[in-house]
């Protein structure tokens, strides 16, 4: 397969400089062969390009080139058909916007500062209009660092969706193992799977399972698509929805719009810059939303609503950006959302990833059949220290891997970091990245999290119409939490008609958000997979109608997600989901949470298949109170972290049923290599029992003699449908079915490898029956609450131990003695 080439040529010169390179994936040991390759040197401008402006003035600088007070700009002949990316660092606050030769943005930057980084698809025909706006500062003159790569597209990849069928849990690890860019879309007995070219296909074809087309052509899918969104966009003035938006924002769209409602509601809206710059150099942009919105240690339960994790997920921060008008909209109309507002602070971050969304967004706008690739990007900018070095190089946009280049942000979480369902190849679509926390996206959720209250968390993504909560492994147990989270989640699955569930049940993952945002830090989250209809499809269905619950969504008439997010906006004022430490303290002094630990990550999995032990880091959590000399409550995550705390369990309304042996047919059947249920196998069946037990569990065992010899097991229901299978190398295999339903079950043996067909080895097999798992109690972990005063003199410290939905009155907080305050 070869992939689009692009090069770096300075503007003044036209270097034209062409890399040909083949890029073949050898999927199931992730190796990647070069079929040729030659890398251009980066190369920039000729001459930094300066601006100046005397005054500052505010704008939208994308709308239109336009000559007028705190603006400058210069044009330059596009040098290549490519790409462009112009960059400002500079003080004060700067946007940036580049404009063809139609006045159309085809490059835009509008941050909250000075650093601006705007990437974007040109044309090589066109002239370039480059156009720097100083919204506020000191008035002056800064550079442009302007670059352009080469993009050939002349040998495209067809790209298609794919449902593969996936019966048994067996098949989806079995599937994941190939490392073929897996969607989020699943049911009971499939998988949604992304096909890039032929080596794709020829990967899931020898591994032997079969599927049907569900998009032949993905870039002519979303071609079609993005000409539905402009039919939309003419039909309308206005959508519905909250912004009234009638197309996909571009990401210098959600910068200026969070700008322009930091300025329309200066009491209620304050602009947030996370602490690291992305791979590409870009600030990470949010707003925080509620009354008096800069005392930012009011102690309120907070919200933090992310979009945009994975690049191609525009949807999802489309929804998260539409949650902002909403609250806004609705404060003003006073009500439930008045006093939502006022009580919780929420936090809104719309594109996690801007270096990826920034990719595959504006690969889309082209319309370019060779730019696929680029729309079609899951992953960050970074590049694995264990790529091989000739991938080691380049920017995102010009890097010989393509899409493959990059880290999936939701496995790269540090809390079970490293475990089954993250890969640990470079070129994996799900790879997990270097280290527990390794990317610097990543590091600014929880550098936000861990010292913010943090009290509810919704991140979203696409698609696959769920709303996923931990944990993302079964053996990691549900949290004691657990009835109070599945409740909160059925209450917003209502609305959205989304299956409510533990994202196990879609697929294991490790290093997802809540592993860290839940396990670790407390707060009570959920991952959304929007929809059912793809990435990002049209504007009108992804958006409009999932947000709004019209047709075609799932949750049509019942509100969708705008209604779904305002259950967890009432859960964050609502005092059962977080913690609350109360009593009185003189004013202007300053309360602390803390609690330092070390987190572990999973056994971690080594690229060669063995696991190895989990990694130790340090980790903290903590949030600050600014006391107004009144009675305060503030807050806080439960004390003890959840990793800890236990598991939730049940005692059990009776004995299990007893054990049982399985019947073993007479004779051996053949072979059966592709485990095809029309080939030779045996049957054999066993009940589960109605009545005064209690089955929890019920344990499929397999087992036989040599250890070079192979039997597979799947188990089907009393409905007909297969509800577990083992087949793997293991001696004996086991099926392990929870809460089995009472009825008769029917188990498939098949004969995979004999050591010595002329004197083959039978099975024997049992059925062992297991209560529920008990209620277990962990330890528990107090917060330390220092209070310090004005001077920075430590004035109290002690330990405060409280769960959730609890609050604790400690008194005087600032005198140990805890005496008249
Ligand atoms: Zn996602």
Redesign the pocket.
């Known amino acids: 397969m070869s992939r689009p080439s692009m090069s770096r040529t300075a503007p003044s010169s036209a270097r034209r400089m062409r890399r040909v390179l083949g890029v073949a994936v050898a999927a199931a040991t992730g190796v990647l062969t070069v079929a040729a390759f030659t890398h251009a040197p980066q190369v920039s401008a000729a001459d930094d390009t300066e601006v100046s402006v005397d005054e500052a003035a505010y704008r939208v600088c994308a709308e239109a080139p336009v000559d007028a007070a705190g603006v400058d700009s210069f044009t330059v002949d596009a040098p290549v058909t490519g790409f462009v990316e112009a960059r400002i660092t500079a003080s004060g606050d700067w946007d940036l916007a580049v404009f063809d030769e139609q006045d159309d943005v085809v490059a835009g930057s509008a941050g909250f500062g000075g650093r601006e980084v705007a990437t974007g698809f040109i044309d090589e025909t066109t002239e370039l209009t480059v156009q720097a706006c100083l919204l506020d500062g000191e008035p002056g003159s800064t550079s442009v660092d302007l670059t352009f790569l080469e993009l050939d597209d002349d040998e495209p990849t067809t790209s298609s969706m794919v449902e593969v069928d996936t019966p048994k849990r067996a098949d989806k690890e079995r599937l994941q193992q190939l490392d073929l860019d897996l969607t ?1 879309h699943a049911e009971d007995d499939s998988v949604t799977v992304v096909l890039h070219g032929e080596e794709d296909v020829s990967t899931l074809r020898e591994a032997g399972f079969s599927y049907e087309t569900v998009v032949e052509d993905l870039a002519a899918e979303s071609r079609a698509d993005r000409a539905a969104d402009e039919q939309f966009a003419a039909a309308v003035q206005e959508s519905d929805l909250p912004s009234g938006r009638t197309t996909y924002r571009r990401l210098f769209d959600y910068e200026a719009e969070m700008k322009e409602l930091v300025r329309e509601y200066p009491d209620l809206v304050r602009p947030l810059t996370l602490d690291h710059l992305t791979v590409e150099g870009r600030e990470v942009h949010g707003i925080e939303i509620t009354t008096d919105v800069d005392d930012v240690h009011d102690g309120k339960p907070m919200f933090l609503h992310m979009g945009t ?2 690049a191609r ?1 525009w949807p ?1 921060a489309e929804h998260t950006m539409e949650w902002a008008y909403e609250l806004l909209n609705g404060y003003g109309d006073g009500g439930e959302f008045e006093e939502l507002v006022g009580d919780t602070r929420t936090v809104v971050v719309p594109v996690i990833n801007p270096d990826g969304f920034a990719i595959s967004r504006e690969a889309a706008t082209t319309g370019s059949f060779g730019q696929f690739d680029y729309d079609m990007k ?1 992953s960050n900018c970074s590049i694995s220290e264990n790529a091989p070095p000739e991938y080691q190089v380049g920017e995102c946009a010009d890097n010989p891997a393509g899409r493959l280049r990059g880290t999936d942000l ?1 496995r790269n979480y540090g809390g079970f970091w490293g475990g089954p369902g993250a890969s640990p190849i470079w070129s994996s679509d799900t790879y997990r990245g270097d280290g527990p926390f390794s990317e610097p996206e990543v590091q600014n959720v929880r550098d936000f999290h861990a010292s913010r209250p943090v009290t509810t968390l919704i991140s979203n ?2 698609f696959g119409n769920l709303w996923l909560r931990p944990p993302g492994v079964a053996e990691t147990r549900p949290p004691l939490e657990k009835p109070l989270y599945e409740a909160l989640g059925e209450k917003a699955a209502a609305h959205n008609g989304y299956d409510n569930i533990p994202s196990y049940e879609l697929y294991d993952t490790t290093g997802g958000t809540e592993d860290w945002t839940f396990w670790t830090a407390g707060s009570m989250g959920f991952t959304p ?1 929007i929809g059912t209809e793809g990435f990002h499809p049209p504007f009108e269905v992804g958006v409009v109608a999932e947000y709004l619950g019209r047709e075609p969504a799932e949750g049509a008439g019942q509100g969708g997600n705008s209604a779904a997010y305002l259950e967890v906006q009432r859960a964050t004022a609502d005092p059962q989901y977080h913690s609350r430490i109360t009593g009185r303290s003189p004013s202007g002094h300053t309360l602390t949470v803390r609690k330092d630990f070390m987190t572990a990550t999973s056994p971690v999995v080594q690229p060669d298949g063995s696991v190895g032990d989990p990694i130790l880091f340090p980790d903290s959590v903590e949030s600050s109170y600014e006391t107004d000399g009144r009675e305060f409550s503030f807050a806080v995550n439960p004390s003890t972290r959840p990793v800890i705390a236990g598991r939730w369990g049940r005692d059990p309304t009776g004995p299990p049923q007893p054990g049982m042996d399985l019947e073993n047919p007479p004779g051996i059947p053949e072979e059966n290599k592709d485990l095809s249920f029309d080939g030779p196998l045996e049957t054999t069946t066993f009940t589960v029992e109605d009545g005064e037990y209690d089955n929890a569990f019920a344990e499929v065992s397999v087992g036989w003699g040599n250890a070079e010899t192979d039997w597979d097991v799947y188990v089907e229901g009393p409905d007909g449908e297969i509800v577990g299978s083992a087949a793997t190398l293991n001696d004996p295999e086991e099926v392990l079915l929870r809460d089995p339903v009472p009825g008769e079950y029917t188990v498939y043996i098949f004969n995979y490898d004999q050591a010595d067909p002329d004197n083959p080895d039978d099975w024997t097999g049992s059925v062992d029956f297991r209560g529920p798992d008990p209620k277990e109690i962990g330890e528990t972990e107090p917060w330390i609450l220092t209070c310090t005063d004005p001077s920075g003199k430590v004035r109290n410290v002690e330990e405060v131990v409280v769960d959730r939905g609890e609050s604790v009155d400690v008194g005087n907080a600032c005198r140990p003695s805890r005496g008249e305050g």
């Open positions: 989020e994790h994975h997920e999802a899951r939701n993504h696409t997979e």
